[in-house]
T-cell receptor
């Protein structure tokens, strides 16, 4: 049973526009959420995180929104750049423990020049 | 600053062979992890070590063993490789085990591509 779902395997946007990547979760115990970016043949790199006491966190062009009632979070990238083309993984942790970090299957973002 | 280094990067094994994936981190992190990623799947935790001297099973531990050699190094051993273990393996580390309270994250190595034929 998938606890963290990224229902869009891929997303294509134009350079300069907004990219919105979505993630849904089923476990109400999740209290910490992270987004990772992964380029081919490289390991995932951390992008941004949010704890359950917040509903928004910003870092430069990246903003994560958390809707606890809907068990939904999204990553907004504004403006999108070709270098943002990568696979994005959503991850969630229950009780803050790293051994309980659950990853989604990823969304491949392509930003077209 | 190397971060998390894992070797080898590529390996082909025959069914039944054994091998060890090596991992070292230079960030003085307490916790270390081994994940595997299969096509179309998210990362799944194989084993972890919350601190030096401890190891625990993750979501998919069968067919693997680990050793936390010291604070820096965490190895993953396949005793008798099977085709189902064909995957990309990622070693990772974090400063603290509790991510929430530290605002922490996990740092990954570049991956090891393992094929079992």
């Amino acid at each position: 049973d998938q606890q963290v779902k990224q229902n869009s395997p891929s997303l294509s946007v134009q350079e300069g526009r907004i990219s919105i990547l979505n993630c849904d979760y089923t476990n109400s115990m999740f209290d910490y959420f992270l987004w990772y970016k992964k380029y081919p043949a490289e390991g995932p790199t951390f992008l941004i995180s949010i704890s359950s006491i917040k509903d928004k966190n910003e870092d430069g062009r990246f903003t994560v929104f958390l809707n606890k009632s809907a068990k939904h979070l999204s990553l907004h990238i504004v403006p999108s750049q070709p270098g943002d083309s990568a696979v994005y993984f959503c991850a969630a942790s229950a009780e803050g423990g790293s051994e309980k970090l659950v990853f989604g299957k990823g969304t491949k973002l392509t930003v077209n020049p | 600053n190397a971060g998390v280094t894992q070797t080898p990067k590529f390996q082909v094994l025959k069914t039944g062979q054994s091998m060890t994936l090596q991992c070292a981190q230079d960030m003085n992190h307490n916790s270390m992890y081994w994940y595997r990623q299969d096509p179309g799947m998210g990362l799944r935790l194989i084993y972890y070590s919350a601190s030096e001297g401890t190891t625990d099973k993750g979501e998919v531990p069968n067919g693997y063993n680990v050793s936390r050699l010291n604070k820096r190094e965490f190895s993953l051993r396949l005793e008798s490789a099977a085709p189902s273990q064909t995957s990309v393996y990622f070693c990772a580390s974090s400063e603290l085990f509790q991510l929430y309270y530290s605002g922490n994250t996990i740092y990954f190595g570049e991956g090891s591509w393992l094929t079992v034929v």
